[in-house]
């Protein structure tokens, strides 16, 4: 094999590797912030989310941020592969915008999700498992809104 292309095949491995370990890492790293820096949950919203969460993720936020990207690729949530992202169609660095009728036409996109699962975690006449599901998809699409 050509040196030149062992190099490149070589290279592209480290970065697709740094990348989805910084992914997981990234969105723990935020979902733990969020719930010990106290101002960025109130009192009331961390009880729930402890008590939502449950010591599966050892009511945090941390553990569960990765779980929409960990069964995305499942059959049964494929359907969640549009709610990771917003594909902007804007210019950068020109023009650097985010616009839900322009970006989201189909719903199909992170900020019809946040929107979605904001509503549906507040939801009581929703059972634990599916409020619980929810809190989740917010966790992992919140801290990857960029």
Request: one cysteine or more; hydrophobic letters at 40%; proline letters at 3%.
């Amino acid at each position: 094999m050509n040196t030149h292309l062992m190099l490149v095949l070589w290279a592209v491995n480290l970065l697709i590797g740094g990348v989805a370990a910084w992914g997981a890492l990234g969105h723990e790293t935020v979902g733990y912030v969020a719930q010990q820096v106290h101002q960025f949950l109130a009192p009331k919203a961390l009880s729930f989310v402890q008590s939502s969460l449950g010591s599966q993720y050892s009511e945090s936020l941390g553990p569960a941020a990765t779980w929409a990207d960990d069964v995305r690729s499942e059959a049964a949530y494929s359907w969640s592969a549009g709610f990771h992202f917003v594909d902007a169609e804007d210019s950068p660095p020109s023009s650097c915008s985010v616009s839900e009728s322009r970006d989201c036409g189909s719903g199909q996109c992170i900020l019809t999700a946040i929107a979605n699962y904001t509503t549906r975690v507040v939801k009581t006449s929703l059972n634990a498992t599916q409020r619980q599901e929810a809190l989740k998809f917010i966790g992992t699409t919140t801290y990857v809104a960029h």
